[in-house]
């Protein structure tokens, strides 16, 4: 299993190797039923749970292509990973996430 | 004739759905604040004393009622604060990090280190706030 974190070490184990930077994204877009839905809770307030959840599937998947990313290269840990959501139309959003990829021991 | 009654509907509807759901939020927040345990911080200072550490995250995306959203393009004429947008994203950010939080309190954690707040706009007066941090133990 990976180690991932967001600072710039792993406590608890020493870094013997250094991968490089690693980065995924994805761009996920709603269906037109959630979509809907989300535009009439948009007269109501509150939270938008269909996007919330689009998003979280967005943000693993993106995870899911960094680490295989990085075991590709040997690594065992990826260190001071960052997110960043953009909009890139309406309903569709892209994820993107980077880190250090690194080998701990 | 029909139109404005129908977009004056939509603004009481707004405005009655929203405030409601507005009070609810803070109130259901500050439950849940107080029944937090770890630390929360910003920086990663002391962090190599720990034993493991985690990538934690959270994320909400929360959207204004359509009486708050006419009312704010409409001061958008004059310039200001928005005081109502303000609220929203404040809500949204202590969700976004609740929610990090409360995961990592699961696992076990005793704080939740480096903590990053990520905002983006989806759609008109709908935000999406993400927190991620590293999560630290003892064993």
Redesign the interface.
């Known amino acids: 299993m990976i180690?991932?974190?967001?600072?710039?070490?792993?406590?608890?184990k020493e870094i013997v190797e250094h991968f490089g930077l690693v980065a995924a994204s994805t761009v996920r877009c709603k269906h037109v039923g959630r979509d809907l839905a989300?535009s009439l809770?948009?007269?109501?307030?509150?939270?938008?749970?269909g996007?919330?959840e689009l998003?979280?599937e967005a943000?693993q998947e993106a995870l899911g292509r960094l680490v295989s990313m990085a075991t590709q290269r040997g690594a065992n840990a990826i260190i001071n990973?960052?997110?960043?959501?953009?909009?890139v139309a309406?309903?569709a959003?892209e994820i993107y996430v980077y880190g250090t990829a690194v080998k701990v021991r | 004739m029909g139109e404005l009654l129908l977009f004056l509907i939509l603004l009481a509807v707004g405005y009655v759905f929203g405030s409601a759901e507005e009070k609810r939020h803070y109130n259901d927040l500050l439950k849940r604040e107080r029944k937090l345990r770890i630390r929360m911080r910003g920086d990663a200072l002391g962090a190599e004393n720990f034993a493991r550490s985690t990538l934690v995250t959270g994320s909400v995306v929360i959207g204004s009622d359509y009486f708050r959203l006419t009312l704010a393009s409409f001061l958008n004429l004059f310039g200001g604060r928005l005081a109502s947008q303000a609220r929203l994203l404040d809500r949204a950010r202590r969700e976004a990090v609740l929610r990090m939080v409360e995961r990592a309190q699961a696992m076990g954690a005793v704080e939740v280190v480096n903590i990053h707040l990520s905002t983006a706009k989806l759609r008109a007066g709908c935000a999406e706030v993400m927190a991620y941090g590293t999560a630290v133990m003892r064993t």
């Not at chain 1, 967001?6 to 608890?12: L, Q």
């Not at chain 1, 809770?41 to 749970?49: P, S, T, V």
């Not at chain 1, 990973?81 to 909009?87: A, E, M, N, V």
């Open positions: 180690l991932l974190n967001n600072i710039d070490h792993v406590p608890g989300a809770k948009n007269l109501l307030g509150g939270e938008l749970r996007y919330t998003l979280e943000r990973i960052r997110f960043s959501t953009s909009s309406p309903g959003a």
